[in-house]
């Protein structure tokens, strides 16, 4: 019997263990339901984000049925162990009540060895029944026994809160929560260097509220250097929006045309989040700026950004970090600003996401932009947005 006492107190170890799992689990998966009602209520006209919330509440009502199941079995098991331990005890109980009558009969006995055994044997169960949280005798096959979940020592708020950041981008950053800026002619300054040259807006003013260090947002999410992009032409048309949101979004959604994701995935961390500059085009819109796919020149380039709209440049990134290993490589970056000396265009200044921190802002010479943009496309937004 000692050793099948020890074995129910490891059981009963496990079990409740488990039922604080699942007592949180639940807890989770009810202010998960809350929030897919809140994100209902909010009556989003997007048919793609409705879809998504709608297999969300589909996938989180999965979720609870099998908790409530698993609920169910623990409970389940936990009685047949109380069963077990009364078991045990009332033979233990029936022992004593038998040496206390052989004492009685018999100076000649004794039996404080024995007595103290069993008792120690009952407080064990009693400890068992204890961790089960089962203070009274159960009773074979009685199903109304209440066992009380332990306190989840998480806050409701805790929970959603974080629950609202995986989804922030259908809770918070959908374009009929936030619209971008939409201006009828620019409102950033031209700047007069000392060289006679002027540039427009600041850059690095504007390169410091940008994202330039991409892939750290989403794990296995490296090539995310377009969706960074489109995050950065948001953010300057005063949307609130991070890399994280774009791969969210881009990673769940299809092209209209070719039904791909707008994002590669599953290939890589160095590739997963790559975009098209179509993809780029549908993902802007989703979010509110419409935008048009422009043959890539410096004329084209330079008209759009000194005009306050977003540009997002394809280039070669071999050609346009030379360097001869990325020669033939894709990648995006954001323009921020144009310098000129007259009419002649002389640089672009840009944030690039694919250097990982160092060019915030960077001035590229046009003779560089020129190679790099060679038989490339251009997202420009149709708004002014700055």
Same mark, same amino acid.
């Given at each position: ?105 018999? =100076?000649?006995?004794?039996?404080? &060895?024995?007595?103290?055994?069993? #008792?120690? *044997?009952? /407080?064990? +169960?009693? !400890?068992? @029944? $204890? ?10 096959? =009685?199903?109304?026994?209440?066992? &009380?979940?332990?306190?989840?020592? #998480?806050? *409701?708020? /805790?929970? +959603?809160? !974080?629950? @609202? $950041? ?221």
């Amino acid at each position: 019997m000692a050793n099948r006492i020890e074995e129910l107190r490891k059981k009963a170890t496990e079990l409740t263990e488990t039922r604080s799992d699942l007592a949180k689990r639940k807890k989770i998966n009810a202010a998960d339901l809350s929030i897919v009602n809140e994100l209902f209520d909010i009556s989003l006209k997007d048919d793609d984000a409705l879809r998504d919330i709608s297999a969300l509440a589909k996938s989180t009502d999965i979720e609870q049925r099998e908790v409530e199941n698993e609920v169910k079995e623990n409970k389940d098991l936990i009685n047949e162990t109380g069963d077990e331990a009364d078991g045990f005890i009332s033979e233990l109980q029936e022992k004593l009540h038998e040496f206390e009558r052989m004492e009685k009969t018999t =100076d000649l006995l004794n039996l404080d &060895e024995q007595k103290r055994e069993a #008792e120690e *044997k009952i /407080e064990s +169960l009693e !400890d068992v @029944k $204890s961790i089960l949280g089962l203070d009274t005798p159960v009773r074979r096959g =009685d199903s109304n026994i209440s066992i &009380e979940t332990p306190e989840v020592h #998480e806050s *409701k708020t /805790e929970i +959603l809160d !974080d629950f @609202k $950041s995986k989804y922030d981008m259908l809770y918070y950053n959908h374009p009929t929560m936030q619209i971008p800026r939409t201006l009828n002619h620019s409102e950033q300054p031209w700047w007069t260097d000392d060289d006679g040259s002027r540039y427009f807006n600041n850059p690095v003013e504007t390169g410091a509220t940008l994202n330039y260090r991409q892939g750290y947002a989403v794990g296995g999410f490296g090539g995310t250097c377009g969706l960074v992009s489109c995050a950065n032409i948001l953010t300057m048309a005063g949307v609130k929006i991070s890399e994280a949101d774009m791969v969210f979004y881009a990673s769940t959604h299809r092209d209209k045309i070719r039904e791909n994701l707008l994002c590669t995935i599953n290939e890589g961390y160095g590739k997963n989040g790559g975009t098209t500059v179509e993809g780029r085009q549908q993902i802007l819109a989703h979010f509110g700026l419409k935008s048009s796919i422009e043959k890539a020149t410096v004329d084209n380039i330079a008209n759009a950004v000194g005009a306050g709209k977003g540009v997002i440049l394809a280039v070669d990134a071999g050609h346009f970090w030379n360097d001869r290993e990325h020669i033939g490589g894709g990648h995006a970056v954001t323009v921020t600003s144009v310098r000129k000396h007259g009419d002649r265009i002389i640089s672009f200044f840009v944030c690039d996401s694919g250097t990982l921190g160092k060019d915030m802002v960077r001035e590229v010479p046009i003779k560089t932009v020129a190679k790099a943009i060679r038989g490339r496309r251009i997202n420009v937004t149709e708004q002014i947005i700055r």
